[in-house]
């Protein structure tokens, strides 16, 4: 049986090693390659000033349980307009204008019908129920104001008006 692992294979091989890394180091030592050269003199190939930018975020951290019952004091409930039932609208909600036939809706600048109305709220579109109600004209009039746009604000008919589910 032969012996594959010889004495001479052995220095052969590792010389071969000794070779490839005195190349590379070689390499990355006096040829530095091009756009490396220019970052560690603090400016690029072109004159221009190079930066690292670095975000850092902080590591996640776990709130502590209790470990045992507390006592702590109730807050005061408070008293004002009782929670709307679900599918009523309420002031922070989100609503979509719907109803129309595709013809939209018009947001007036006063909560009344003689009042004049910049804005046409779109078949679907979504508005932040700012203000309201009240009651004028014989409608109900809520306030509302497009979270992408607050000047897309106004006064618009409940009618035409459903609560969207919170996320």
Known sequence: ????????????????????????FGYILVEQPAGRA??????????????????????????????GPTSTPLAPTPTGSPTPAPGQIAVGDYVQVNGTGGIGLR????????????ILAYEAEAFLVS??????????????????????????VQDYLSVLASP
Not at 43 to 66: C, Q
Not at 109 to 118: C, H, K, R, V
Request: hydrophobic share 40%; proline share 10%.
């Open 131 to 156: 203000g309201g109600p009240v009651k004028a004209d014989g409608y109900t009039w809520w306030h509302l104001t497009a979270s992408y746009d607050p000047t897309r604000s106004g006064w618009a």
């Open 107 to 118: 947001i007036h600048s006063q909560p009344s019908l003689e009042a004049d109305s910049p």
């Open 38 to 67: 220019g970052l560690n003199s603090g400016s690029t190939s072109l004159g221009l000033s190079a930066s690292a930018v670095f975000t850092i975020y902080p590591a996640p951290s776990s709130t502590p349980l209790p470990l």
């Open 1 to 24: 049986m032969k012996k594959i692992l010889t004495p001479r294979t052995l220095i052969a091989s590792l010389g071969i090693a000794v070779l490839l890394l005195a190349d590379t």
